[in-house]
């Protein structure tokens, strides 16, 4: 066990944190699981194992909690391999036109400063290991939506993960944006059978992560076939 990755996921408690802690454990990774409630995260560790899983409760809006987090991994596993910072929130309706000005800016403490936080927090751990940062996006972040102050969101994600990337060149870190269409998670009210699975994009993370050194996956757009031309 000395030996094995050891992989931080934030946004973990449920959808495609959930479904890539159970794919990243799968292929032997060691897990560090963060998300703003525990309760979720500790059942999780129960089920999927408790001596390869370290759990904690993390606001990523919160810079010193993402610390703490980072802090603790290290503390329990010596290192970190790689980081998957993909905790994420939606918006509300209404566009520029009529959405709460409230409800922007959670949309950006959550989906831009959290994951510049976490980027910073787990920084020089992911240095030292030479490792991985995987960043969830969106093909939202790459396609004009009508008022979308969440498509901004995530246009921001790509800059930042382009503008990473240009800062980690040479260290052998590697970068990746993953970038879903919509996926059929708790993030919307209703199901979306015609959606991606979370099981989908977790598959996409480790594509990404399990390539050998000398390959780097940039990015990676995961859409849903379209009805009927399966």
Not at 58 to 67: F, K, M, P, Q, S
């Amino acid at each position: 066990m000395r030996g094995d990755k050891v992989l931080l996921i934030t946004g973990a408690s449920s959808g495609i944190g959930e479904a890539s802690a159970r794919a990243a454990l799968g292929a032997g990774y060691r897990l560090s699981l963060a998300a703003r409630g525990t309760e979720k995260l500790q059942a999780l560790a129960a089920e999927l194992g408790d001596e390869r899983v370290h759990v904690s409760g993390c606001d990523v809006t919160d810079y010193r909690a993402v610390e703490a987090a980072v802090e603790a991994t290290l503390e329990r596993f010596g290192r970190i391999d790689a980081v998957f910072a993909n905790a994420g929130r939606g918006g509300e309706p209404g566009g520029f036109s009529a959405a709460p000005p409230e409800s922007w800016r959670a949309i950006l403490d959550v989906n831009v400063l959290g994951v510049a936080h976490t980027l910073r927090a787990s920084m020089d751990a992911i240095r030292a290991s030479r490792g991985h940062f995987v960043l969830t996006g969106s093909v939202a972040g790459r396609r004009v939506l009508a008022g979308s102050m969440y498509a901004a969101s995530k246009w921001a994600v790509t800059a930042i993960g382009y503008a990473l990337r240009e800062e980690l060149k040479g260290s052998g870190v590697r970068v990746t944006l993953l970038e879903p269409g919509m996926v059929d998670t708790a993030f919307f009210d209703e199901p979306k059978p015609d959606a991606l699975r979370a099981d989908d994009v977790a598959r996409c993370l480790m594509f990404a992560l399990t390539q050998p050194a000398n390959v780097d996956v940039h990015e990676l757009v995961v859409l849903p076939t379209p009805p009927g031309s399966a």
